[in-house]
Nanobody, 120 residues
Framework: VQLQAFGGGLVQAGGSLRLSCAAS????????MGWFRQAPGKEREFMAR???????SYADSVKGRFTISRDNAKNTMYLQMNSLKPEDTAVYYC???????????????WGQGTLVTVSS
């Protein structure tokens, strides 16, 4: 399985971006997919996850602002990010897991990351 995240960029505070994560392979629909981020000098943190059945959960810091979704026919997952704040600035990673988990250690395949920069 290979994952490729893209869609990052520079946006002003209050703006929106949509990240995408394209997956190779024919078993994409069977797995939980997640988004994580890592800001400079900080540890990686969980953002959102979506199960094979479409169940979702979010970190408190992004609940109500970010929406995770997936299109199994396109082997693609998305993260719609609204009301962005400067503290959302980070490299965003997508990842795959066999468990509906928010722990990074439970994810076995990771994309290369895409940088999101939110200016104040």
């Amino acid at each position: 399985v290979q994952l490729q995240a893209f869609g990052g960029g520079l946006v002003q505070a209050g703006g929106s971006l949509r990240l995408s994560c394209a997956a190779s392979g024919r078993t994409f629909s069977a797995y939980t997919m997640g988004w994580f981020r890592q800001a400079p000098g900080k540890e990686r943190e969980f953002m959102a996850r979506i199960s094979s059945g479409g169940h979702t959960s979010y970190a408190d810091s992004v609940k109500g602002r970010f929406t995770i979704s997936r299109d199994n026919a396109k082997n693609t997952m998305y993260l719609q990010m609204n009301s962005l704040k400067p503290e959302d600035t980070a490299v965003y990673y997508c990842a795959k897991s066999s468990r509906f988990s928010s722990l990074g250690d439970d994810y076995d395949y990771w994309g290369q990351g895409t940088l999101v920069t939110v200016s104040s």
